[in-house]
């Protein structure tokens, strides 16, 4: 099993949907992130938990919200999606020693 | 604001060459400094950690040097091989691991 692992792999959805990314990872890492890239744009960061009870707003957190269930799952939604909301998420944990991210596949959406 | 560049969208090189990528940053003062590789589709993958006092690190053939005065990274992989090909980020992080920036990314392919 993949040590971060994003539910769905890809997903289409309308505009104006609500839709949930799902994360969990078996690194037992108190720190995790939700991040999308675009094209030209590389990595943002959208929102991130240092652990259960710490949620943050990242560089671009509007139109987002997250949840972090338990240690190892930390969710991310769009309460309603828009077109340019279409981009590639992906979920990534650490440590506290900050040697480097363990990144999951990553979550390909589409809002049409 | 901060901001974080790399060399070049692309860099193509010969095999068994020395392929060498650029990161500069500006407005910013990292405690760390990260290179990760990403294949097409795929997450990032963690390669190398810097760290702020120190000047250079090396693992197999990887090198990365870190110049604070000159605010840049150079990111180095001798004996090139195709299999090097992807896009390769760097990524700056401070000491609480609270701020955490990543750059656009240079895509390398080695020709055969």
């Known amino acids: 099993d993949a040590d971060v692992t994003q539910t769905p792999r890809n997903r289409i959805t309308k505009t104006g949907k609500r839709i949930m990314l799902e994360c969990s990872q078996t690194?037992?890492?108190?720190?995790m992130y939700w991040y999308r890239q675009d094209p030209g744009l590389g990595l943002r960061l959208i929102y991130y938990?240092?652990?259960?009870?710490?949620?943050n707003k990242g560089e671009i957190s509007d139109g987002y919200s997250v949840s972090r269930q338990a240690q190892a799952k930390f969710s991310l939604s769009l309460e309603s999606a828009i077109p340019n909301q279409t981009a590639l998420y992906f979920c990534a944990t650490s440590d506290m020693t900050a040697y480097g991210y363990t990144f999951g596949s990553g979550t390909r959406l589409t809002v049409v | 604001s901060q901001k974080i560049e790399q060399n070049s969208e692309a860099l193509n090189i010969q095999e068994g060459k020395t392929a060498t990528l650029t990161c500069n940053y500006t407005?910013?003062?990292?405690?760390?400094l990260q290179w990760y590789r990403q294949d097409p589709g795929r997450g990032p993958v963690f390669l190398l950690l810097?760290?702020?006092?120190?000047k250079e690190k090396r693992k197999e053939r990887l090198k990365v040097t870190f110049d604070t005065t000159l605010k840049q990274s150079l990111f180095h992989i001798t004996a090139s091989q195709p299999a090097d090909s992807a896009t390769y980020l760097c990524a700056l992080t401070d000491n609480y691991g609270q701020n955490f920036v990543f750059g656009p990314g240079t895509r390398l392919s080695v020709l055969p």
């Open positions: 690194k037992g890492h108190d720190r």
């Open positions: 810097i760290r702020e006092n120190e």
């Open positions: 938990s240092f652990d259960v009870k710490d949620i």
């Open positions: 407005n910013y003062s990292p405690a760390y």
